[in-house]
């Protein structure tokens, strides 16, 4: 008589094998970072940030512009985008830097996890946040007056645009916290930039209002350019002299940062 079987041995036996599928797994962390964004009110500061910046730049400069003749609040909107989008940035870096602080990722690297699967469903949820800030952006520019003249199909580039220089920032944002681990560090270099680069852009004030040593700089930066290209959708006025510099920006900004973001994503600490 043959010995019987320990059934610790044939538990699971019957089941089918395990096969991971990347796309639930992207789903299942991207819908972990969402709920925790909700659960943690940052898609209330995602709604109420722009209000703040909205009334922070419109309010100082819109008489002053009125008698230029320049309508303020069709102006300053595409700037105001841009330092939205730049929210997100920060959000994501600090999100990386905190996973890769606490070891989150290391720990994701020695699961049966599809290598990319914890960076994308960091850009994704990050994505999320931006096109939720980018809707409430645009009410609060309705509110104050802004208008897109340009038809509904330049309103989506508009858009499109907008969220995908969130998405390009988002990605060296996201490597530098992976980098770093260190997210309170992080979050203050950042503000540096965004700071220099926001208020010497053409964004704000033209071109005109600056001094003559820093015109060159002002007009020809990447956010006074990006600026240029919105304001030009958002009033119908697109062209291709127009919005080839900023293309070429955005474009050469994702050839260095989205190697760099996976790399720092997959690489072994």
């Not at 991207?30 to 009110?41: L, P, Q, Y």
């Amino acid at each position: 008589m043959s010995a019987p079987t320990v059934a610790g041995t044939t538990l699971f036996d019957d089941l089918p094998p395990a096969q991971p599928s990347s796309f639930a797994q992207w789903r299942a962390l991207t819908g972990r970072v969402v709920w925790t964004m909700v659960t943690k009110g940052e898609l209330i500061v995602a709604v109420l940030f722009p209000l703040v910046i909205t009334v922070a730049f419109y309010l100082p400069l819109r008489y002053v512009m009125k008698v230029q003749g320049i309508d303020y609040a069709q102006y300053v909107m595409p700037i105001i985008v841009l330092q939205t989008m730049a929210m997100t940035m920060m959000s994501n870096a600090q999100l990386a830097a905190f996973e890769a602080l606490t070891g989150l990722s290391s720990r994701l690297q020695t699961m049966p996890i599809g290598s990319l699967v914890p960076l994308v469903s960091r850009i994704s949820a990050g994505l999320v946040r931006s096109v939720i800030s980018l809707a409430a952006t645009i009410g609060y520019g309705y509110l104050i007056g802004f208008r897109f003249t340009g038809g509904w199909l330049q309103a989506l580039a508009f858009c499109g645009f907008a969220l995908a220089v969130g998405l390009v920032l988002t990605l060296g944002a996201d490597a530098l916290g992976s980098l770093t681990k260190n997210p309170e560090s992080l979050s203050q270099a950042l503000t540096l930039p965004i700071l220099i680069f926001g208020m010497l852009s053409t964004g704000f004030v033209p071109e005109q209002a600056f001094p003559s040593w820093a015109r060159g700089f002002a007009r020809n930066q990447p956010i006074s350019q990006a600026a240029q290209t919105l304001s030009d959708m958002a009033a119908g006025q697109v062209s291709w002299a127009g919005t080839w510099v900023s293309l070429a920006w955005l474009g050469g900004l994702a050839i260095f940062f989205l190697p760099l973001a996976v790399w720092a994503s997959v690489r072994r600490s």
